[in-house]
């Protein structure tokens, strides 16, 4: 016997296996085929293994005995790395999404192109949205005409306020039988029972409360006191000849009737001595027509003998648009000048007028204004600002309907109501602005209520080389304007 005990059959080497087999040949079949099967299973567990376990290269049988096979090392089948694909490059997208535009196919430029409007600069605005429709030449800053006499009506409003009032009072003098009239600023004061002017204070009511305060005393010296303005009281780049012509007065703290001549007509030739007029006329409602007249200052704090206020601020700019008031405008910006605290001269309007305008939120930056009815080709102002200033107006904003009440109706009212006829007629009612002329220029800018029920504001200026019949071609580009409303193409 071996030293050895005979180990399980299914722990002998191949030799084993095929001795037994010699043995037993009926079963040499099926040995052969258990072996092969053996063989494979330990194959596959030497398999599993080498990619089961790293690093162990033992194997167990199915009985849990150790292998005396050294199987062969199998190697997991590599995995192929994937091409990288490349990735496309994003589109680029706009930082905003921009809102749709309307496409706007109503052109106004056949009348733009109207040789009767010289130099043309115009602005239409939608008031409602505030966005430009129609943009020619609108942003330069130009002579306004009459039409100044808007931006001097607003700023009234905002720094006087549509119930301030002009006061004209006479004082006691410094010496017996002497009074002093003093001027308030008040153009507007009648000379007499009435004027062009609506609401007028009377010369006649002052002069009867006077008498009364004075007990019958007799007066015999007048003093004049014009003082509330300074300065020249005519501006310099003014052309005289409005004056003769009729058109406006010198600006003075004291006259009667906006110095008119004919105190009924509203183009009346004006004197060189408004304040000398003003005197003549206190003292003959007075009865003190041998008193001496002379001009200046009221003693301080001397006794009130009698004193009149004028209408209000919202009667005298409506009245100021309606006629186009030179004189009346004049007063308005120098009332707002000296409430402001910019001073009582023409030079004190620069700083006054923009900063009152600025209130309503109006970008001033620009503006030139060198006085307040716009006679002075000096003014600077652009049709953008204008279309602006008209929405405002147009909206009403602070005290602002006092302006969108006061102006002439096209074909109806004021300075427009002999214009838009003929084949105009159809804008007829449906425009109120402010008319402007001087020698240089003609302008209208104000607020259409368009045919497609847009509201529209607008500024359309003619300048150089114009002539009454400018007048016919804004009116014309103008109704073209009210037939496009917010069909307004800009080309």
């Not at 037994?20 to 040499?28: D, E, I, K, M, V």
């Not at 009239?181 to 010369?203: C, E, F, H, K």
């Not at 186009?324 to 405008?329: G, I």
Request: contains cysteine.
């Amino acid at each position: 016997m071996s030293e050895h005990a005979p180990t399980h059959p299914s722990k002998a080497g191949l030799g084993g296996v095929f001795a037994r087999a010699r043995r037993h040949s009926g079963a040499l079949v099926i040995a052969a085929a258990a072996t092969g099967v053996a063989i494979l299973a330990g194959g596959a567990l030497v398999a599993g293994a080498a990619v089961g376990a790293s690093g162990d290269s033992s194997a167990a049988l199915s009985d849990g005995s150790p292998s005396q096979v050294a199987g062969p090392t199998v190697s997991p089948t590599p995995t192929s790395t994937p091409t990288p694909t490349a990735t496309p490059a994003a589109r680029p997208l706009p930082a905003s999404v921009l809102a749709a535009q309307p496409v706007r196919t109503c052109s106004i430029a056949e009348a733009a192109s109207d040789g009767r409007l010289g130099t043309f600069q115009g602005s239409v605005r939608n008031a409602t949205t505030g966005e430009i429709l129609y943009d020619h030449g609108g942003g330069t800053y130009s002579r306004t005409a009459s039409v100044m006499k808007v931006l001097t009506s607003a700023a009234a409003l905002a720094v006087l306020g549509p119930d301030y009032r002009v006061t004209t009072k006479v004082v006691a003098g410094s010496t017996p039988g002497q009074v002093v009239l003093v001027g308030g600023g008040d153009i507007t004061l009648s000379s007499g029972s009435s004027n062009i002017y609506p609401g007028s204070a009377s010369m006649t009511d002052l002069a009867s409360q006077v008498a009364s305060s004075l007990g019958g005393a007799a007066v015999t010296s007048i003093v004049l006191d014009s003082s509330a303005f300074g300065g020249d009281a005519w501006q310099a780049s003014w052309n005289r000849k409005e004056l003769f012509d009729g058109w406006s007065s010198e600006v003075t703290a004291l006259q009667v009737d906006g110095d008119r001549a004919d105190p009924s007509s509203s183009q009346s030739a004006r004197s060189e001595d408004p304040i000398g007029r003003a005197g003549a006329a206190f003292a003959s409602a007075l009865g003190a027509g041998g008193a001496a007249i002379s001009q200046g200052a009221a003693p301080a704090g001397a006794a009130v003998l009698g004193q009149v206020q004028s209408a209000p601020v919202s009667t005298m700019v409506q009245d100021a648009l309606l006629r186009s008031d030179n004189t009346e405008a004049e007063m308005l910006a120098r009332l707002t000048a000296i409430a402001q605290g910019s001073g009582n001269t023409f030079g004190a309007l620069a700083a006054s007028t923009p900063a009152a305008l600025a209130t309503y939120g109006l970008d001033t930056t620009g503006l030139v204004i060198v006085d307040g009815s716009g006679l002075s080709d000096d003014n600077g102002v652009s049709p953008n600002f204008l279309s602006a200033l008209f929405a405002k107006i147009a909206a009403r904003e602070g005290n602002l309907g006092v302006i969108a009440d006061g102006l002439p109706v096209a074909g109806e009212s004021g300075t427009l109501a002999g214009r838009f006829t003929g084949s105009n007629s159809d804008a007829a009612g449906r425009v109120i602005a402010k008319t402007g002329w001087i020698d240089t220029g003609y302008t209208l800018s104000g607020i259409i209520n368009a045919a497609d029920g847009t509201i529209l504001t607008f500024a359309f200026f003619a300048l150089d080389n114009v002539s009454d019949s400018s007048k016919q071609a804004l009116d014309t580009i103008t109704a073209a304007a009210y037939r496009c409303g917010n069909n307004l193409s800009n080309l």
